[in-house]
């Protein structure tokens, strides 16, 4: 497969978010603004990235020859924290205000089911170190880009005439649903 089509394939053809349903939480809670939905994607993306790298290294030279391939999510997850933490007090020293725009949502990104599903999806896939790579990115960039258009949408529904039992949540997961529909057409 080439790495164009890896590249589609974590981007739109399956989105982590629309097709997948990994990563709801963080979209859903962080997108009523666009700025804190952009800064979140960019959280995340630099945590896929860094752990994908690591993990690949982990599993294939040390998790697979040993054959402790049933402790992988344990030692995924670990590796997700450390980075998340490293991430969160730099964040912390560096901008104030961005750290309480992220609020309890940077924490999270710990347990962001997204993130470790697009490192488990890289091994399942038995990507090579650029193929996962650029499917890591790719999901990340699809990732992004639903928080963005998910936010700019939720801003604009902000100011529309919604009846009242459709406020908030429940317009919210209409629009993630049609996005999802959308979404499903991409096929490559």
Known sequence: MSLISIFLIGLLTENIVLTKFLG???VIGT???RKTAINMSLAVTLIVILSSIITYFIYYYLLKPLNLIFIQSVVFVLIIAIFVQ?????IKKHNQTLHKTLGIFLPLITTNCAVLGIILLNI???YSFVEMLI?????TLGFTLVMYVFSSMRERLETAPIPK???NLPIAFITAAIMSM???RFIF
């Open 31 to 33: 997108s009523r603004n």
């Open 86 to 90: 490293i991430l969160e007090r730099l």
């Open 124 to 126: 399942a896939n038995e």
């Open 24 to 26: 709801i939480c963080p």
């Open 135 to 139: 499917y890591a990115f790719g999901s």
């Open 165 to 167: 039992h459709f406020k």
């Open 182 to 184: 959308i979404f499903s």
